[in-house]
């Protein structure tokens, strides 16, 4: 199933907000409660699925469920159709402060893999799974979890991350990342787990005990506050209760 061709409209910097133009009966899905606001000629129905196979029997559809179910994500999904006459429009946002990552999935070769919590929405005909880290090591000390999503298609799809987001480029290249600050990468790059330094440098050095190595050819999507990170700042602030015994 080919993707719908949907326009798009980024609004705003630091809470960015998507603004998804559908023509007559196009579709856009994602996830249960990203929508912000739309026209009354959009309808939103939510489904068991991303909708990328219609035909798809009810065995299908219970196992894709129970693959989103293993990435933490709900099993239901929604669908935002235009059943108008004219353009509609409807809007998704982010949950945390950062921003919304547009990707032509075209562009990148029909894939990309991506952690689990990133997937804001996408045109219908996306095909969602999940993918394994390929080795052991990346599964166990990956930080974010071996489970990742996978997004194939040939059309839009919108990813969102925190802080600042870099897009880099690599041609049988190599970089070290904190595991949290990886958004998304192509089919081209392979994904791996290596120790940070020496004993002295992983407990005391401040950067984690392991970095993902990202090696390979293709696109590399990198965000400078991964929400694991924020949240951990958040709670070291927090006055801790008195004892007065």
Same mark, same amino acid.
């Given at each position: ?140 000390? +990956? ?8 997004? $194939? &298609?040939?059309?839009? @799809?919108? *990813?969102?991350?925190? /802080? =600042? %987001? ?30 940070? +330094? ?8 401040? $950067? &984690?005990?392991?970095? @993902?190595? *990202?090696?390979?050819? /293709? =696109? %590399? ?25």
């Amino acid at each position: 199933m080919n993707s719908h061709e949907i326009d798009y409209t980024l609004h705003g910097d630091d809470m960015q907000m998507v603004e998804i133009e559908l023509d007559p009966q196009e579709t856009v899905i994602a996830e249960a409660g990203a929508m912000n606001w739309m026209h009354p000629e959009i309808q939103f129905e939510t489904k068991m699925g991303d909708g990328s196979e219609p035909n798809q029997g009810i065995f299908g559809k219970l196992l894709s469920a129970g693959k989103r179910a293993l990435t933490g994500e709900s099993i239901f999904m929604t669908h935002f159709t235009n059943h108008g006459s004219g353009k509609g429009a409807v809007t998704f946002s982010s949950p945390y402060p950062g921003k919304i990552v547009p990707i032509d999935l075209s562009a990148v070769g029909g894939e990309i893999i991506c952690q689990k919590d990133a997937f804001l929405c996408a045109a219908l005909g996306t095909r969602l799974s999940i993918a394994f880290a390929k080795k052991f090591g990346a599964g166990l000390f +990956g930080g974010e979890g071996f489970i990742l999503q996978k997004l $194939e &298609g040939d059309g839009m @799809a919108f *990813l969102h991350a925190g /802080g =600042t %987001v870099i897009e880099k480029k690599l041609d049988n290249e190599t970089i070290m990342v904190d595991t949290g600050c990886i958004v998304g990468f192509s089919s081209g790059v392979d994904y791996d787990i290596q120790r940070a +330094g020496n004993l002295k440098s992983m407990f005391f050095g401040g $950067e &984690g005990l392991f970095l @993902a190595t *990202l090696r390979g050819t /293709g =696109t %590399v999507y990198l965000q400078s506050l991964p929400f694991s990170r924020l949240v951990d700042r958040i709670i070291s602030q927090i006055p801790k209760p008195q004892n007065n015994g």
